[in-house]
C-alpha cells in the first residue's frame, strides 16, 4: 500500500510539472515500451516525455526525491535488454522529444538533442552539403543520436572515422540529482584534459540521461563508388577487409553471408521501396548519366548478385572528385584480388541511395522472429572463433532444427584493430506489440504471424546465451551493452573499484538504469 500511495504521488508531481501531454500511464503505451526487439520485462510505472532540457532536469529531480529508478529509452530498436527493468517500478523516460538540431557553421560543430533520429539528423545537413563523421546505424531511421552515443554503434561513416563515441564532442548529461554536466571543457577540442565525454558513451544510460550531443561537422564528398566482391571463405573474407582497414579507404563497409544476402539483405518491400531507391540511386549519384548507368548495372545482376558466393565484402568509397574515388577504388581491388571475385554493386548501391531502411529487418524474411548477437575480436581470433562455431552449429544441429532455429552472419572491421562478428538469430514465434506497432499493417499483411511458443522462445534464450558465452571465451568486446553483455565482471579488480567509485558519485542510490552494464 506505502508504496502504491508513492507511485501516484510521483506521477502527480510529473503531471503537475511537465503538464498532463508528457506522461503517459495509458496501459497499451506502457505493453509497448516493456518490449524490445527481442524479448520484455515488467512495465514502468510510467512514461516521461520531457520536450526540453529544463522538463527533463525537473523529472529527475521529482523521480530522486522519491528514490524511483529512471530507465532511458531512445528509438526503441534495442535488442539486448538496455531499455527493460527486470524489477518494474521504474520511471521510463522517453527522450524522442529532446529533438533540435543547431548548426554552428563558424565552428564546424552540430548540436542535437538526444532524441534526434540520425536520419533527421542527415535531412537537415544535406542541403548544407555537410556531414558528421560517423552518420549513423543501418536503423537511424528509428535510432537516435543520444541512444547510439550511450550504446556504441557502427555503420555509416565507421570506415574512416569510427564508430559513434569517436563522433562526439561533448555531451550534456542530466545527472541522478537532476543538474546538468557539459563534458566539455572546451568548444574547440574534446581532448582537454581527462576525457570527461568518453566516461559517458557506452555507458547505457547508467551514468545519467543523456540531453544533447554535441558532434563535429565535416564537408560531404560528392563523388563515391560501391564496390562488392565473392569471397569463397571467411578466412578470404577477413584478409581482404582487415588489408583495406588499415588504410582505411572506404567510408563504410559491411559484409554478409549467403544465408543473409538472400534473405534480410536481398528482400525488398514490394515496389514501392524499389522506387524509392531507384530516386535514391539518381539523386546521390554524381550525375544523371552516372545513376542511370548504375541501374541497368543493377537491373541486369537481378538477384544472382545475391547468390554470388559465401561470403560477400561490400565497400562504400567516398571523394571529393571521381579521380580519387577512382584511386581508392583501384586500391580496394588490388587489395581484394587475391581473395575474392568482383561482383555486381547492387546491395552497397541499395545501401548508399537507401541508408535508413525500415525496420523490416526486425523480423525474418518469412515473419520469423529476430534477434542478432554479436563480438568484436582481435585478429589473431577470428579464424580460431569461425572454427568453433562452426562447430557449435554442426553439435545443436538436431536441436535448431526442433526448434526451427537458423542462424546468418554479418562482418565488419571494427577500425583497424578489431574484426566484428555478429550472428543474427531466427526461429518462429509471435510477435509483440513492439513489432505490431513499429511495422506497418499492410506489411505484416504479407508475411506469415506464428503462434507463441514458450517452448521456442526458451530455446532461442539457451541458444544465444550459449554464443554470447562462445565470444566471451575468445575474449570478444561487445557494443549495446545493455542487459545482456558481459561488462563489469570483465575488469580486473582495480577497474571494478574505478566504474564503481564513478557510479557512486554520480549516482549515489544507484536510480539510473540500475542493473545495466553489470552494475546492481
Not at 26 to 38: C, I
Not at 203 to 227: H, N, S, Y
Not at 256 to 262: F, H, K, Y
Not at 407 to 414: D, E
Given at each position: 500500500m506505502v508504496r502504491i500511495v508513492v507511485i501516484n504521488a510521483v506521477i502527480h508531481s510529473l503531471t503537475s510539472?511537465?503538464?498532463?501531454?508528457?506522461?503517459?500511464?495509458?496501459?497499451?503505451?506502457?505493453?509497448?515500451?516493456?518490449?524490445?526487439?527481442?524479448?520484455?520485462?515488467?512495465?514502468?510505472?510510467?512514461?516521461?516525455?520531457?520536450?526540453?532540457?529544463?522538463?527533463?532536469?525537473?523529472?529527475?529531480?521529482?523521480?530522486?526525491?522519491?528514490?524511483?529508478?529512471?530507465?532511458?529509452?531512445?528509438?526503441?530498436?534495442?535488442?539486448?535488454?538496455?531499455y527493460l527493468f527486470p524489477r518494474g517500478g521504474h520511471v521510463l523516460f522517453d527522450l524522442a522529444g529532446l529533438d533540435f538540431i543547431e548548426v554552428d557553421h563558424v565552428n564546424a560543430q552540430v548540436r542535437v538533442g538526444s532524441g534526434t533520429t540520425w536520419a533527421n539528423l542527415k535531412a537537415t545537413l544535406d542541403p548544407l552539403g555537410l556531414r558528421t563523421p560517423f552518420w549513423g546505424p543501418f536503423s537511424g531511421i528509428a535510432a537516435t543520436v543520444g541512444g547510439s552515443i550511450s550504446q556504441n554503434t557502427i555503420s555509416h561513416g565507421s570506415g574512416r572515422h569510427g564508430i559513434s563515441a569517436q563522433s562526439v564532442l561533448g555531451i550534456e548529461v542530466v545527472l541522478a540529482d537532476g543538474e546538468l554536466l557539459n563534458t566539455a571543457a572546451s568548444k574547440a577540442t574534446?581532448?582537454?584534459?581527462?576525457?570527461?565525454?568518453?566516461?559517458?558513451?557506452?555507458?547505457?544510460?547508467?551514468?545519467?540521461?543523456?540531453?544533447?550531443?554535441?558532434?563535429?561537422?565535416?564537408?560531404?564528398?560528392?563523388?563515391?563508388?560501391?564496390?562488392?566482391?565473392?569471397?569463397?571463405?571467411?578466412?578470404?573474407?577477413?584478409?581482404?577487409?582487415?588489408?583495406?582497414?588499415?588504410?582505411?579507404?572506404?567510408?563504410?563497409?559491411?559484409?554478409?553471408?549467403?544465408?543473409?544476402?538472400?534473405?534480410?539483405?536481398?528482400?525488398?518491400a514490394g515496389i514501392s521501396a524499389k522506387i524509392g531507391i531507384a530516386r535514391g540511386i539518381i539523386r546521390t549519384a554524381p550525375s544523371l548519366y552516372a545513376g542511370l548507368k548504375q541501374l541497368l548495372r543493377m537491373a541486369a545482376a537481378g538477384e544472382d548478385a545475391l547468390r554470388a558466393a559465401n561470403y560477400m565484402a561490400h565497400f562504400i568509397v567516398e571523394g571529393t572528385d571521381s579521380s580519387e574515388v577512382a584511386a581508392k577504388a583501384a586500391r580496394i581491388r588490388q587489395i581484394a584480388a587475391p581473395h575474392s571475385t568482383e561482383i555486381a554493386n547492387t546491395t552497397p548501391a541499395f545501401v548508399r541511395a537507401m541508408p535508413f531502411a525500415p525496420l523490416y529487418n526486425i523480423l525474418g524474411p518469412k515473419g520469423e522472429r529476430w534477434v542478432p548477437i554479436h563480438g568484436i575480436l582481435?585478429?589473431?581470433?577470428?579464424?580460431?572463433?569461425?572454427?568453433?562455431?562452426?562447430?557449435?552449429?554442426?553439435?545443436?544441429?538436431?536441436?535448431?532444427?526442433?526448434?526451427?532455429?537458423?542462424?546468418?552472419?554479418?562482418?565488419?572491421?571494427?577500425?583497424?584493430?578489431?574484426?566484428?562478428?555478429?550472428?543474427?538469430?531466427?526461429?518462429?514465434?509471435?510477435?509483440?506489440?513492439?513489432?505490431?506497432?513499429v511495422l506497418d499493417a499492410d506489411y505484416l499483411s504479407n508475411i506469415p504471424a506464428y503462434p507463441p511458443s514458450d517452448e521456442k522462445r526458451s530455446a532461442v534464450h539457451r541458444f544465444k546465451q550459449e554464443l554470447i558465452d562462445l565470444l566471451r571465451l575468445n575474449d570478444a568486446a561487445f557494443f549495446q551493452i545493455g542487459r545482456a553483455y558481459p561488462y563489469f565482471d570483465r575488469l580486473d579488480p582495480t577497474a571494478r573499484a574505478l566504474v564503481l567509485a564513478t557510479k557512486a558519485a554520480l549516482d549515489p542510490h544507484n536510480l539510473m538504469n540500475p542493473t545495466a552494464l553489470g552494475l546492481d
Open positions: 510539472a511537465l503538464g498532463p501531454a508528457s506522461v503517459v500511464t495509458e496501459d497499451a503505451a506502457l505493453e509497448l515500451v516493456r518490449h524490445d526487439v527481442f524479448t520484455s520485462a515488467a512495465a514502468p510505472i510510467c512514461i516521461v516525455r520531457p520536450h526540453d532540457i529544463a522538463a527533463l532536469q525537473q523529472a529527475v529531480k521529482i523521480c530522486a526525491a522519491a528514490h524511483v529508478p529512471m530507465v532511458p529509452r531512445g528509438g526503441g530498436a534495442s535488442y539486448t535488454d538496455g574534446r581532448f582537454f584534459g581527462p576525457d570527461l565525454t568518453g566516461l559517458f558513451t557506452g555507458d547505457c544510460g547508467a551514468f545519467g540521461l543523456k540531453a544533447a550531443v554535441t558532434l563535429p561537422l565535416l564537408k560531404a564528398q560528392p563523388a563515391f563508388e560501391a564496390i562488392s566482391f565473392a569471397c569463397p571463405t571467411l578466412q578470404d573474407y577477413h584478409a581482404l577487409v582487415s588489408k583495406a582497414s588499415l588504410e582505411q579507404l572506404d567510408d563504410s563497409h559491411f559484409g554478409v553471408d549467403l544465408a543473409l544476402s538472400q534473405g534480410q539483405i536481398g528482400k525488398q582481435t585478429h589473431d581470433r577470428v579464424s580460431a572463433f569461425h572454427e568453433q562455431f562452426v562447430q557449435f552449429l554442426s553439435d545443436r544441429w538436431e536441436f535448431m532444427e526442433a526448434n526451427g532455429i537458423w542462424v546468418g552472419t554479418m562482418f565488419s572491421s571494427v577500425g583497424a584493430t578489431g574484426f566484428l562478428y555478429e550472428v543474427a538469430i531466427y526461429w518462429p514465434d509471435a510477435r509483440t506489440a513492439f513489432h505490431d506497432t
